[in-house]
């Protein structure tokens, strides 16, 4: 079994920051792309950053210049380090791991959310 476990999540004002953590955890061999996807209310979820195994990145337009995400390879974690938060940014975000294991090959793993909420 893997589980990915997000914390960090809150209430924060407009123009403050928030840091995100996933940690993976359970029978893992490899993980390989670790992201961060969003979710509004009535919206469809979306990819916020993501992050390969080596360190190359990719982010979302909306959040370029203020968010950036990080890993951990050692403790099987991702960060996001969220800045100059905006209420619409308001959502609940997930992590994203794809995790490759001997019995199961290559799968995608989601975490199961956290609630950023950025409000004065």
């Known amino acids: 079994q893997v589980q990915l476990v997000e914390s960090g999540g809150g209430l924060v004002q407009p123009g403050g920051s928030l840091r995100l953590s996933c940690a993976a955890s359970?029978?893992?061999?490899?993980?390989?792309?670790m992201g961060w996807y969003r979710q509004a209310p009535g919206k469809e979820r979306e990819l916020v950053a993501s992050i390969t195994r080596g360190g190359s990145t990719n982010s979302a337009d909306s959040v370029k210049g203020r968010f950036s995400i990080s890993r951990d390879n050692a403790k099987n974690t991702v960060y996001l380090q969220m800045n100059s938060l905006k209420p619409e940014d308001t959502a609940v975000y997930y992590c994203?791991?794809?995790?490759?294991?001997?019995?199961?090959?290559?799968?995608?793993?989601w975490g199961t959310g956290t609630q950023v909420t950025v409000s004065s």
């Open positions: 359970g029978s893992i061999f490899t993980i390989f792309a």
């Open positions: 994203n791991a794809e995790i490759w294991r001997s019995d199961t090959g290559s799968k995608n793993y």
